[in-house]
């Protein structure tokens, strides 16, 4: 092995090795709404680096609002697209709701997570996440 192969397999296993440190715990969760109804709202809450995924089916034309309330000004969610990379929507920039038109049909993930900033204090942020989709 080079040295410039060795640095090479060094970095990466940096980079894997340091990715779960990034959230201590994720917890994922399918949303189904009640026959009859388009949305759902749901009570939880998120501690420290933990998160809470949302998968919810959606179709390609329809509306979806995400809308978040928390006293903790740090609480923020992502919407991530079947398959992306990077996030449709990112709270943290766009603010704590919106109303998106679905691009394709497929299973989307509504990310909840506190910023590092509060993150690294172990703060606790009891959230109420309202979903519709029309």
Partial sequence: MTLRSFCRTAALLLMVSGTPALADDIRRETVRFAPGTSGSTITSKVKGYDS????????AG???????????ASLYFNITAPGATEALYNGSINGNGTT????SSGKYVIDVYLMRNAARRGE?????????VG
Wanted: aromatic letters at 10%.
């Fill in 124 to 132: 606790t942020a009891d959230y109420t996440l309202t979903l519709y």
């Fill in 52 to 59: 809470v995924q949302y998968s919810l089916g959606v179709k």
């Fill in 100 to 103: 998106v038109t679905i691009p």
């Fill in 62 to 72: 329809q509306q979806m609002s995400v809308q978040l309330d928390s006293s903790n």
